[in-house]
């Protein structure tokens, strides 16, 4: 059985310490790494498991907590290489990083960095095939599909919608929600969608279950989101940081 385990739930722009900025970890896979994504990691004992991290866009809160994490696998003495997926940039971001003296990886001496940018990458981890499709952001955004003998779980990482990936049918939907459709006009404007167009994309899904991520608390509560996506789709739910679901 997998486990799903939502380390940050939190947009960008949502105010206070009860939710962090975006990322999850599922069977040895870390999606997007937001700030305090490293502490949660080692606190959950989940560090020294990461195989594969896959980034959907370079906005700091979906990125701004990667170098912690190599850096500590670093300082563990990790052997196993890493492998990133992300759209073009990274690699310059983490050059201006390592610039600052601190060496992040050495295959003589300790694990390989394996970094794939593209905005349409495929990787397998074990028996987990993870596709990438460009969605709809106002920078680039892939979205991931995980496939393996289990389930099927689609993220968007941030996008507006609709988005156009050839998806018909997956089991496990984990969707941006960072306003409600009273703000659609703010959705559109930076690249977001909102609760009820996540619920509408779950049914179009044909989902089992969608997760409402990325959520906002500036304009309205995330509680207001959940109320707006469940009134489409029923098995919507609203997870909160370091809770976690049996797949």
Known sequence: MSTLVFLGTGAGGFRGSSRQKSS???DGMLFDCGAGTCGRLEDLGLLDKVDAIFISHLHSDHVS??????VAMVVDRRKRPV???SPPGLSDVLKLYTA????LSDSTQGFELKIKESTSPVLNIGNTKVRGFLLNHVVPNVGYLVENKEYTLFYT???AFPWSAPIEKVDYLIHEATFTHQFLDFAKKYGHSTAKEAAQAALKLNAKRLFLFHVDNRSSTPEEKHREAKEIFAESVLPQD????NL
């Not at 907590?65 to 190599?70: H, M, N, P, Q, R």
């Not at 600052?100 to 060496?103: I, Q, R």
């Not at 370091?242 to 679901?245: I, M, T």
């Open 24 to 26: 999850f970890y599922l």
């Open 65 to 70: 907590g990667l170098y912690d994490v190599l």
């Open 157 to 159: 990482g941030d996008t």
């Open 242 to 245: 370091l809770q976690s679901f």
């Open 100 to 103: 600052l003296g601190n060496k």
């Open 83 to 85: 492998h990133i997926c």
